[in-house]
């Protein structure tokens, strides 16, 4: 092969240094997602850190949605979205927890706190690289993951997490409701 056919050959397969409009888009989520993330661990009104966990969820269903797996996408939005943080938000709110800024909500452990986050995202980029480090996944051709697929997928091998999950959120629920109750007059503890 000459050299002109290379360069041919290279100009129309695109590079790294040329990304697609899907891979622009897809590190500006994840930018705004990363961003509400840690604001959402570092505000110390706590309603105002359940709204903005709402914020990276729903970013991470946007990146699903970038990815082609519309299925997961929607479980995102209809579990975490949708139920977790409306359970969270309940909770809040049963427990008269305080709207405002909280003092409690800070810690002088912050120092170490951001020494063990460090720590585990630098371990998690290190596995997850050295483990995917060849595998590129292909976004213009078709989705390799059906609906159907996908489902099997997960309620045959993931069916115990799930259900252990429903149960605790329900557990969760359920002492946020007793916690609320406020005991009549004269009663003792």
Do not use: C
């Amino acid at each position: 092969m000459n050299l002109a056919a290379q360069a041919a050959q290279t100009a129309q397969s695109p590079g790294f240094l040329s990304p697609s409009g899907v891979e622009v888009a897809f590190l500006l989520v994840g930018l705004v997602t990363l961003g509400a993330a840690v604001v959402s661990v570092t505000t110390k009104q706590l309603v105002h850190a359940a709204l903005w966990l709402v914020v990276a969820l729903g970013g991470l269903a946007v990146e699903y949605l970038l990815l082609t797996a519309e299925f997961i996408a929607w479980v995102q939005v209809l579990i975490y979205v949708g139920s977790v943080v409306v359970l969270l938000l309940f909770g809040l709110m049963l427990t008269k927890a305080p709207i405002g800024r909280s003092p409690d909500a800070d810690s002088a452990n912050r120092p170490v706190a951001l020494a063990v986050a460090t720590a585990a995202a630098a371990a998690l980029v290190w596995v997850v690289a050295d483990a995917f480090r060849t595998t590129w996944i292909e976004l213009d051709g078709p989705a390799r993951g059906t609906t159907g697929v996908t489902g099997e997928i997960l309620f045959r091998h993931w069916v115990l997490p799930f259900e252990a999950l429903s149960v605790l959120l329900l557990a969760a629920l359920v002492g946020a409701i007793v916690l609320s109750r406020k005991k009549p007059e004269g009663e003792r503890d």
